[in-house]
């Protein structure tokens, strides 16, 4: 009987949350490293014992099973964190993808692996585990991975069920965590210790501790030699006890093995907080469920004014721009609530939370301007503005800039953000820890005088020109562009409350 097989294609924006790296030490299997025997290991003893069995290192057995264990290296010159290989950047897509599958066939993933830098990898050795599963059926199998040694990896699964079903792919370990995991396995005798006790329970001395293993210890040593297996152990000679007064047994330390330059490859990397000067990712982020969430780094939501209020303790926020900023200051002073100040329009309006010592402001960015009648000395210059601040670790300056310049020849803009940029330059140099924040163009234009391709034109010079530079741009391009409402130059408040959420985020970046 041939079942339907529907199998749901994970959405490419989500798949790196399907790769996570799972690095606990304590994790990793241990095989037996029998190296250290050879130069190391004391003659059995004859009394007592069974006669010593062939000695290990020369058995075809063990040979045969160290073939088993053959596991491909990378280069001499790929030590370095950078080139290791990346989870987030690495990606995998269905072979043969078609609408339905039958149950009874192979699935085939083909995964490329990529660096930290997202540069492809042309040689194998990652470590991956691999799963098809269904969560609601509870039903899971695990995949095949095939290396094929030049960075591609083939991972099949069974179709044992009938159901929608997901490829769940882990980057254990990247091949160069493998290679520092073998070398610090085969360059020590153990990474971890154990003690023995030593007490004479007919003198009432006191206990003795001291450092035992499977492998001598250094200086005198107890050696023990079981008589029924022929398995010794090792422990330091006691001062005050005979080597007889071992009585018990308990874990000793680990080791510290790593240097701090080893010590990367085998911690986890929690997302980046968003700071100023990360670039973005493409795409930048996603909706799920109305919140957009970065691909870049570790967004926050401020669900509760507690929090957003908790966010901008303290903090002098300069917003200067369009009627597009201003509904981030209206989103604002509605969900803290502030006490607002001064009229609607191009401002300037200055709103204060005076309990936790709060202030906004916000402006126009200055002429050109398509507003109501308003007075010309009210409209400064945005570098001028920037030029006036003095800066600090309270202050935050956001500002947009682009949609009353779509009715100009580029240079006009090109000319502004120019003097702009220079006057972000002059506020970060004399304040370094003042937070500038961009906001980008939105989507939602749609004639002569405004159309989203203007806009774009004007948009990706303004991220050219800012490239490189300590400033968080809040891509509320994309954040408009994809998410279910109609196209509106002033976007919905639930995207609104999105860009300032992202926005918050570079302020408050958390742990
Ligand atoms: C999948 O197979 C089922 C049963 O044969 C059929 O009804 C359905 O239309 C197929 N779907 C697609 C997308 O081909
Ligand atoms: C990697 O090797 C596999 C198997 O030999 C081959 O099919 C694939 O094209 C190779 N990929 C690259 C990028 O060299
Ligand atoms: C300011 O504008 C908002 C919305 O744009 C409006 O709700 C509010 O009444 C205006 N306030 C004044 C003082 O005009």
Redesign the pocket.
């Known amino acids: 009987t041939?079942l339907?097989w529907?199998l749901w294609q994970v959405f490419c924006c989500l798949t790196p949350f399907l790769f996570c790296v799972i690095l606990t030490p304590q994790m990793i299997y241990r095989f037996l490293s029998f190296d250290h025997f050879r130069d190391k290991l004391v003659p059995p003893s004859p009394v007592g014992a069974k006669p010593g069995p062939t000695p290990l290192t020369e058995s075809p057995e063990l040979q045969a099973l160290l073939q088993l264990l053959q596991w491909p290296a990378p280069p001499e010159n790929a030590a370095a964190f950078a080139s290791s290989t990346s989870a987030e950047k690495s990606h995998y897509r269905l072979l043969q993808s078609q609408?339905?599958y039958t149950v009874g066939n192979m699935l085939l993933v083909s995964l490329e692996a990529r660096d930290q830098s997202g540069q492809p990898k042309h040689y194998g050795g990652d470590f991956l585990r691999a799963k098809l599963h269904s969560p609601e059926l509870k039903a899971s199998v695990a995949g095949t991975v095939e290396d094929h040694n030049n960075g591609t990896y083939t991972l099949t699964f069974p179709l044992l069920w009938a159901g929608a079903a997901q490829v769940s792919v882990r980057l254990i370990h990247s091949s160069e965590t493998v290679a520092l995991l073998r070398r610090i396995r085969d360059s020590h005798p153990s990474t971890v210790t154990f003690r023995g006790y030593f007490v004479d329970p007919g003198q009432g001395s006191k206990e003795e501790v001291t450092e035992c293993n499977v492998h001598p210890v250094s200086g005198p040593t107890c050696q023990y030699v079981d008589p029924g297996t022929g398995e010794r152990w090792f422990c330091a000679r006691p001062q005050h006890h005979s080597c007889n007064d071992l009585v018990y047994h308990s874990t000793g330390i680990y080791k510290n093995v790593l240097s701090s330059a080893e010590k990367v490859f085998l911690t986890t990397s929690p997302p980046l907080p968003c700071h100023p000067g990360l670039a973005l990712t493409n795409p930048s982020g996603f909706y799920y469920k109305d919140v957009w969430v970065s691909l870049g780094c570790s967004s926050r939501t401020f669900p509760t004014s507690d929090l957003a209020l908790g966010c901008l303790r303290g903090k002098i926020v300069h917003m200067i721009g369009d009627s597009t900023l201003r509904q981030w200051w209206e989103f604002l002073l509605a969900f803290i609530p502030c006490k607002s100040l001064g009229k609607n329009c191009s401002g300037p309006l200055l709103a204060v939370e005076p309990a936790q010592g709060l202030v906004l402001r916000w402006r126009a960015h200055g002429i050109p301007l398509r507003t109501a009648k308003s007075k010309m000395a009210d409209m400064h210059y945005l570098a001028n503005e920037l030029d006036a601040l003095g800066g600090g670790p309270d202050m935050v300056v956001v500002f947009t800039l682009w949609a009353h310049f779509t009715t100009f020849p580029v240079d006009v803009y090109v000319r502004r953000v120019h003097g702009i940029r220079q006057a972000v330059a002059q506020l970060l140099a004399r304040s370094p820890q003042t937070t500038v924040v961009i906001k980008s163009a939105n989507t939602g234009f749609k004639s002569v005088y405004g159309s989203d391709w203007l806009s774009l034109q004007l948009d990706n010079i303004l991220r050219a020109m800012f490239a490189g530079m300590k400033v968080a741009i809040v891509d509320a391009w994309a954040m408009t562009s994809c998410h279910y409402l109609p196209g509106n130059i002033h976007p919905g408040k639930v995207i609104v409350q999105n860009e300032v959420n992202a926005f918050l985020s570079y302020v408050c970046p958390g742990k």
Do not use: K, L, V
């Open positions: 041939q339907c529907w609408s339905n």
